[in-house]
Every structure is written in structure tokens, then in C-alpha cells.
């Protein structure tokens, strides 16, 4: 028994893959699962919310996906825009080898998945998608959310889709409080799936 968690860098669970069908309405993603790395056997309810309602993404340029996990929400950006670059990033590096896996099984090339460190300094991204990692802590995922969003570019935006009871509504007044204006785009089983739009630049 163990209460290592999915943000764990370098994971101790014993591997057990376990693949998965998500079907989709532009098609099925095959995804292999495995301990130690978030939603483990199954698409969570919120990815699958951010997954149907979210708007297309852009159709070219980068993308993010923040959190990526086995990287349901980066393979699904990737074949909605294949002309563009993806950046999955996680800090468990399990899952960033399983986002890897994953493009390939479901033969996607344009997902770049790689430790957050690893993005080049200069890289702006035209969208992000994530289902933020609430459970490290308030203080950290601010951080987390603000060292990224710093990073939108001009006409970016990032959807997020955030449980209700773990604080959807805060963090959405604390985001625009911020200086990054965010409205409630659908509700669905507990959840809200948020749109936030780059910090305005001080007058």
C-alpha cells in the first residue's frame, strides 16, 4: 500500500499497464494506463467533460497540455489540430513516457511530451488545456497556473475543467483577480469547464 500520488516525479508503484478505448466523436484513442500516473484504468469524468465541450483549438501554432498524464487531452489536441505543435508536460515521468507511447500506438507525430523544464524558454503557446493538479496544494498550483499562463500568447486562451467542491468557483475569482479574466464556459457531474484569457498588459 502506498499514498504516493500522480505529481510524483518518479514513481515506485510497481508498473501494471492497463489499456483503455476512449471514444470520442472524432474518433477512439487507445491509451495505455499504468500506476503511479493520474486516472489509472479509466478517463476521468472531468477530462472526458474538457475533451467533449471544450472549442476547437487553434489550428496551428503551440499547445499545451499542462498535466498531460498518459495524455488523453494532448493525443485528442493533436488530431483536432495537425498542424500544430503539442507540449505535453508532466512532472511524473512516467507519464510522460506514456503520453510518448501513446502518440505513437495511436500513430499522432505532433506531440512533443517532455519534463516542464524542458520547454525552450521562447515558446509561446496559441492554447492551453489541462485538468490542473489541485490535490498539490493551493499555493503550488497558483504557481503552477501562473508560470504558464504567463506564456499564452497574445490571443491565447486555456480551458480548464476543475471540480466544483475543490474550489472551481475560487479559483476562477482568483484568476481573474489576477489579471486573467476567466468565465464559466459548461457545468457537467460536479464540474466546470473554464476559459481564461492571457493577462492584460499594464497600462
Same mark, same amino acid.
Given at each position: 500500500?502506498?499514498?504516493?500520488?500522480?505529481?510524483?516525479?518518479?514513481?515506485?508503484?510497481?508498473?501494471?499497464?492497463?489499456?483503455?478505448?476512449?471514444?470520442?466523436?472524432?474518433?477512439?484513442?487507445?491509451? #495505455? #494506463?499504468?500506476?503511479?500516473?493520474?486516472?489509472?484504468? =479509466?478517463?476521468? #469524468?472531468?477530462?472526458?467533460?474538457?475533451?467533449?465541450?471544450?472549442?476547437?483549438?487553434?489550428?496551428?501554432? !503551440?499547445?499545451?497540455?499542462?498535466?498531460?498524464?498518459?495524455?488523453?487531452? =494532448?493525443?485528442?489536441?493533436?488530431?483536432?489540430?495537425?498542424?500544430?505543435?503539442?507540449?505535453?508536460?508532466?512532472?511524473?515521468?512516467?507519464?510522460?513516457?506514456?503520453?510518448?507511447?501513446?502518440?505513437?500506438? !495511436?500513430?499522432?507525430?505532433?506531440?512533443?511530451?517532455?519534463?516542464?523544464?524542458?520547454?525552450?524558454?521562447?515558446? #509561446?503557446?496559441?492554447?492551453?488545456?489541462?485538468?490542473?493538479?489541485?490535490?498539490?496544494?493551493?499555493?503550488?498550483?497558483?504557481?503552477?497556473?501562473?508560470?504558464?499562463?504567463?506564456?499564452?500568447?497574445?490571443?491565447?486562451?486555456?480551458?480548464?475543467?476543475?471540480?466544483?467542491?475543490?474550489?472551481?468557483?475560487?479559483?476562477?475569482?482568483?484568476?481573474?483577480?489576477?489579471?486573467?479574466?476567466?468565465?464559466?464556459?459548461?457545468?457537467?457531474?460536479?464540474?466546470?469547464?473554464?476559459?481564461?484569457?492571457?493577462?492584460?498588459?499594464?497600462?
Amino acid at each position: 500500500m502506498t499514498n504516493e500520488q500522480y505529481f510524483t516525479p518518479n514513481p515506485s508503484s510497481p508498473s501494471s499497464p492497463y489499456v483503455i478505448d476512449v471514444a470520442l466523436p472524432d474518433g477512439t484513442l487507445h491509451l #495505455t #494506463t499504468d500506476r503511479g500516473v493520474f486516472s489509472y484504468g =479509466a478517463l476521468d #469524468t472531468g477530462t472526458r467533460l474538457l475533451l467533449l465541450k471544450a472549442p476547437q483549438p487553434p489550428a496551428t501554432g !503551440n499547445l499545451l497540455d499542462l498535466g498531460c498524464g498518459v495524455g488523453p487531452i =494532448a493525443l485528442t489536441l493533436a488530431r483536432r489540430s495537425p498542424s500544430a505543435t503539442v507540449w505535453a508536460l508532466d512532472v511524473n515521468e512516467r507519464a510522460v513516457a506514456l503520453c510518448r507511447q501513446n502518440a505513437v500506438a !495511436n500513430d499522432i507525430s505532433n506531440v512533443h511530451a517532455c519534463l516542464p523544464d524542458d520547454v525552450p524558454d521562447d515558446i #509561446t503557446f496559441d492554447c492551453i488545456w489541462s485538468n490542473p493538479p489541485i490535490h498539490i496544494g493551493k499555493v503550488a498550483l497558483h504557481e503552477l497556473l501562473l508560470r504558464w499562463l504567463a506564456r499564452l500568447s497574445d490571443t491565447g486562451t486555456a480551458i480548464m475543467v476543475v471540480q466544483r467542491h475543490l474550489g472551481s468557483d475560487s479559483l476562477q475569482a482568483w484568476l481573474t483577480a489576477q489579471g486573467y479574466p476567466t468565465e464559466r464556459l459548461s457545468s457537467a457531474k460536479g464540474f466546470r469547464l473554464l476559459i481564461t484569457r492571457r493577462c492584460a498588459v499594464a497600462s
